[in-house]
């Protein structure tokens, strides 16, 4: 069983702009559509668990729904799925180890967790097994932070470091027990 996190984030570590900005993340062009790992991550994982607001963004986005994997949504005010996503996203509430016991019960155990407050949740209660953290080159100044403050320190030990078009930074860690 394994918790991942894949996130692309600024130099000054937010993961979006103060208004829920995302424009920033595709600032470097990428003539090679490079997936930067994401086509892996999502063969290594069961599911995804997001939170609202991260759903609400892949909802805005005026796509068709881009996931073959199940997405667990963990909301405490949303209260139903839209019609067409029924059988695909399940919203859960409660605490992060619950939350994973439920879902490890259906029978997803590598999940990607996606989301800012989620992750922080997630990281707070020591449930982060691998970060995977692409570094865009801007100083944002102002945001949605990927970190908040941690009950205990967490160490990782560095896996790998990638660098895309001589500008873009993915690091990966895993989490030393």
């Given at each position: 069983?394994?918790?991942?996190?894949?996130?692309?984030?600024?130099?000054?570590?937010?993961?979006?702009?103060?208004?829920?900005?995302?424009?920033?993340?595709?600032?470097?062009?990428?003539?090679?559509?490079?997936?930067?790992?994401?086509?892996?991550?999502?063969?290594?994982?069961?599911?995804?668990?997001?939170?609202?607001?991260?759903?609400?963004?892949?909802?805005?986005?005026?796509?068709?729904?881009?996931?073959?994997?199940h997405v667990f949504v963990?909301?405490?005010?949303?209260?139903?799925?839209?019609?067409?996503?029924?059988?695909?996203?399940?919203?859960?509430?409660?605490?992060?180890?619950?939350?994973?016991?439920?879902?490890?019960?259906?029978?997803?155990?590598?999940?990607?967790?996606d989301g800012g407050k989620?992750?922080?949740?997630?990281?707070?209660?020591?449930?982060?097994?691998?970060?995977?953290?692409?570094?865009?080159?801007?100083?944002?100044?102002?945001?949605?932070?990927?970190?908040?403050?941690?009950?205990?320190?967490?160490?990782?030990?560095?896996?790998?470091?990638?660098?895309?078009?001589?500008?873009?930074v993915q690091s990966c860690?895993?989490?030393?027990?």
């Amino acid at each position: 069983m394994k918790n991942i996190v894949f996130l692309g984030k600024s130099i000054d570590n937010y993961i979006a702009g103060k208004n829920g900005e995302l424009d920033w993340l595709d600032m470097i062009p990428n003539p090679d559509q490079l997936d930067m790992g994401y086509n892996d991550l999502m063969n290594e994982v069961d599911a995804i668990v997001m939170g609202k607001t991260s759903f609400e963004t892949v909802l805005g986005f005026d796509i068709d729904w881009p996931y073959q994997k199940h997405v667990f949504v963990l909301s405490r005010s949303l209260k139903e799925i839209p019609e067409q996503l029924r059988g695909k996203v399940t919203l859960l509430y409660g605490d992060e180890k619950d939350i994973l016991k439920t879902i490890h019960q259906k029978g997803y155990l590598n999940l990607y967790i996606d989301g800012g407050k989620v992750v922080q949740n997630f990281l707070k209660q020591d449930l982060i097994d691998e970060l995977r953290l692409t570094t865009i080159p801007i100083v944002l100044g102002d945001g949605i932070r990927l970190f908040d403050v941690l009950p205990k320190r967490l160490e990782f030990e560095h896996v790998k470091t990638e660098v895309f078009y001589n500008q873009i930074v993915q690091s990966c860690y895993k989490r030393k027990r």
